[in-house]
């Protein structure tokens, strides 16, 4: 596709519940990012992958959070037994230079979880 | 911690440029500036960038002070459709890859009809 797909779109969880929230970058794009971004928030780092490789997840918040990207595309950010506090805008971005993307990273729309 | 200071927010009226500055006194010399906006219910949106000279593209214009210390992103004729929070960020252009943009809470801009 044309730009970055996340699904899905809103997600409303029971407590204790848990979620998988899917990320497809655009094609050949080697870097992935995973950002949280609460109400009325700037977006926070989460997770980075280049290729398949989870280079950093220092970002997680709990070991509840896990994040893959098993064949270098698709991710998904997992979150186990999830809590209010999860609530929050999901964001995934991809950009094409491993280190380097002068041109600046493509954002999904994101997944907008709610816990109930 | 964000290594940079916006104001929460910013009217400008429709048709006129807007003016949106941004204080990064601690900028290393390795270190660009990089604009993004987010459009309500939308992800963040790349603007523009620069190092240290002053930089245009379609979208806006960058202007860098000679010190470093400070940027203001220019739209030079403001729609409504620029009303977003407004996001300027400081990184390594080659920082690994593993470090990812640190937002802050931006400047919310308001265009005015």
């Known amino acids: 596709g044309a730009g970055v797909s996340q699904s899905p779109r809103y997600k409303v969880a029971k407590r204790g519940q848990d979620v998988a929230l899917r990320c497809d970058p655009i094609s050949g794009h080697v870097s992935l990012f995973w950002y949280q971004q609460a109400l009325g928030q700037g977006p926070e780092f989460l997770t980075y992958f280049q290729n398949e490789a989870q280079l950093d997840k220092s970002g997680l918040p709990s070991d509840r959070f896990f994040a893959e990207r098993p064949e270098g595309s698709v991710s998904t950010l997992k979150i186990q037994r999830t809590q209010q506090e999860d609530s929050a805008v999901y964001l995934c971005?991809?950009?094409?230079?491993?280190?380097?993307?002068?041109?600046?990273?493509?954002f999904g729309s994101g997944t907008r979880l709610t816990v109930v | 911690d964000a290594k940079t200071t916006q104001p929460p927010s910013m009217d400008c009226a429709e048709g006129r440029a807007a003016n949106l500055p941004c204080n990064h006194s601690?900028?290393?010399?390795?270190?660009?500036v990089y604009w993004y906006r987010q459009i309500h219910s939308q992800g963040p949106q790349y603007i523009i960038h620069g190092l240290k000279n002053n930089e245009t593209n379609e979208m806006a214009s960058l202007i860098i002070t000679e010190d470093r210390k400070s940027s203001t992103l220019i739209l030079p004729h403001a729609t409504l459709r620029d009303t977003a929070v407004y996001y300027c960020?400081?990184?390594?252009?080659?920082?690994?890859?593993?470090?990812?943009?640190?937002f802050g809470k931006g400047t919310h801009l308001i265009i005015q009809p």
């Open positions: 971005a991809s950009s094409f230079h491993p280190q380097d993307p002068l041109y600046g990273y493509t």
């Open positions: 960020i400081v990184r390594e252009s080659a920082g690994g890859g593993a470090d990812g943009l640190t």
């Open positions: 601690t900028i290393s010399g390795n270190e660009y």
